[in-house]
């Protein structure tokens, strides 16, 4: 999302000097941002009088209180909607609405019941009616609904949904309606076309093309992590713009008023095949009102048109400001808007370079606070790394949607020659993503965000002054900041994971996430493994044994028999290893129950 801005919204050229109405309209986005946020139960009535009254008074602060008014209202309705809704066993016409996930041996989808979102989990039978179910298809079920408490909440109200319930019966009985159809007609064009990938490019197309990131391997999704490229597999401003340059030739054929209303019938189909996420919402958003705008002959600066946007979309979802993609996906696009030309002027070397570097400093250092705030840290890796991954992103975006359409058309062999530019241009992003993290790079940390921006400020004026060499220094000078007060992390332990002897190092899995067990063992500082034992023999203990491997030098492996596809000595009970104790006698180790 922040750096796959670049190849698709260049720069923009330069803009009429910022006016007053400008700041009106980015006060009304921040206010209806917090009023959604805070969800005070104000009256409906309130907010449409101020708007009312706005259209015969014309004064500007009452479009601030009159959307701000509207966006609690709003909220406070949602959410009295969601903590009202009934519980318990529910039967009925189901539609999907999010594609299905395995996790562990169950499977993970929303579904919308009475006009109610559930996060439902399906197991045996009724998983495996449901593995192929898309976005928009009716389904028959019977489930049992449980509304959510606590903390779940925090993860399930964003999404807009009520609980979880769980899948006793389910029947298919139609593809759903004519739009959703489509959509899932266009993604399974793409995704046929990259089955004579690999595993890990075909995922990783359809993760540039669609933003579906499901299936990922291990290893890749903790390299994306560690080098701040997650962002990448999120459909966003540049994907947008790709759709409509590739329908550019028609369009310019219609009517001018007509040319509107099919580029809104785009979008909105874009938004379905794309599955709605907070990031597609906003780049949508934001191209419909910029093409209205023009349509019209009304200029506007990108802020403005950004906080219009912002403003429609959470008075239509209140709940998306509780959504980090979006918040991400907002502070990215304000930054870029802000600091890319900015900055851009400052830095030396091509222009192309500049802009790309320029592009990608104003999104990082947008998204600073909030990334920091949300996942406790930012490695400083992502800097240089969407740098080198940002001319190769948008090429895999670009080509990988013409070769998934003409793939999925021709077939397989046609499909995996079409592709050979996008593998390419995928590889080469997951190879920046890989030595990246490789580089175990410092992290900002919450309490240094304000020297972390200092400092990338100076380095770029003194690059503008001195040239690179300035800003090399002071970068590294930043890096050491960073470093000096950096804590070595815990060796990781819990329930799953658990690093239970440093010399020799023995690593114990249970049933991990195993990105989740490769990123703490990588944060942790443990680069060799001597013995790792598996405790279960789940699909998760084996994935997570495989990613290991693929990043770490691991010695022996014990595991159990039921897991024939690891190489590993096999032992007969480690599954019954409550506690586990380490004995070291020269070569000799012993891992069992104590006594």
């Known amino acids: 999302m922040p750096a796959s801005e670049v190849a698709a919204v260049r720069l923009a050229p330069p803009r009429q000097v910022w006016s007053i109405a400008d700041g009106w309209w980015i006060g009304s986005a921040v206010a209806v941002w917090w009023a959604a946020a805070l969800a005070p139960a104000l009256p409906m009535l309130a907010g449409v009088a101020g708007l009312a009254a706005l259209v015969v008074t014309r004064w500007p602060l009452l479009l601030v209180v009159a959307l701000a008014v509207l966006g609690a209202a709003r909220a406070s309705d949602t959410i009295g909607a969601l903590a009202g809704a009934e519980g318990g066993p529910r039967a009925g016409r189901a539609e999907v609405a999010s594609d299905p996930e395995w996790v562990r041996s169950a499977l993970r989808l929303d579904l919308v019941i009475d006009g109610v979102r559930w996060e439902a989990w399906a197991r045996g039978g009724s998983a495996g009616r449901l593995a192929r179910a898309s976005v928009g298809e009716i389904y028959a079920v019977e489930l049992d609904a449980t509304l959510a408490d606590g903390r779940d909440r925090d993860f399930l109200w964003p999404r807009g949904a009520a609980g979880r319930a769980q899948i006793a019966q389910v029947r298919r009985i139609d593809g759903g309606a004519l739009h959703h159809r489509t959509a899932n007609a266009i993604r399974g064009l793409v995704i046929r076309s990259v089955e004579g990938l690999s595993q890990r490019d075909g995922i990783l197309v359809t993760g540039f093309v669609l933003g579906d990131d499901r299936g990922q391997l291990p290893e890749v999704v903790d390299d994306f992590r560690g080098s701040g490229l997650t962002h990448l597999l999120a459909v966003s401003g540049s994907n947008v713009a790709t759709v409509l340059v590739m329908a550019a030739p028609l369009l310019r054929r219609l009517p001018q008023r007509w040319r509107l209303v099919a580029v809104l019938g785009l979008l909105a189909e874009f938004a379905v095949v794309t599955r709605g996420e907070p990031s597609v919402l906003r780049a949508c958003a934001l191209a419909a009102i910029a093409t209205a705008a023009s349509t019209f002959g009304r200029r506007a600066s990108p802020l403005r048109l950004l906080s219009i946007a912002v403003s429609a979309l959470v008075l239509a979802d209140p709940l998306l400001v509780q959504s980090v993609g979006f918040q991400l996906s ?101 190879g920046v993503a890989q030595y990246s993290t490789a580089l175990d790079l410092p992290t900002v940390e919450s309490a240094e965000i304000p020297w972390a921006v200092a400092v990338l400020m100076i380095s770029v004026v003194l690059a503008w002054v001195t040239g690179w060499r300035g800003a090399v220094v002071v970068f590294a000078a930043l890096g050491m900041l960073v470093v000096s007060d950096r804590e070595v992390a815990p060796l990781p332990s819990g329930a799953h994971l658990a690093v239970v002897s440093v010399q020799p190092t023995v690593v114990v899995i249970d049933r991990p996430e195993p990105a989740w067990a490769l990123g703490q063992l990588r944060e942790a500082g443990v680069r060799s493994i001597d013995v790792l034992v598996l405790r279960s023999g789940s699909r998760d203990a084996e994935s997570a044994a495989r990613a290991l491997r693929s990043r770490l030098a691991v010695g022996e492996v014990w595991a159990p028999r039921a897991l024939p596809s690891v190489d590993a000595q096999r032992v007969e009970r480690p599954v019954d290893l409550g506690v586990v104790v380490v004995e070291t006698d020269g070569s000799r180790l012993r891992v069992g129950r104590p006594g």
Request: avoid cysteine; proline fraction near 11%.
């Open 330 to 430: 907002v502070s990215a696009s304000a930054g870029i808007a802000m600091l890319a030309r900015p900055l851009a002027g400052l830095l030396p070397g091509p222009r192309p370079l500049a802009e790309t570097v320029a592009v990608t400093l104003a999104a990082q250092l947008a998204v600073m606070p909030v990334q920091v705030t949300t996942f406790g840290s930012l490695p400083l890796a992502s800097i240089p790394a969407n740098v080198l991954a940002a001319p190769a992103a948008a090429p895999a975006m670009i080509w990988g949607l013409h070769a998934g359409l003409i793939g999925g058309f021709a077939g397989s062999p046609i499909a995996s020659f079409v592709h050979q530019p996008t593998r390419l241009a995928v590889g080469w992003v997951a």
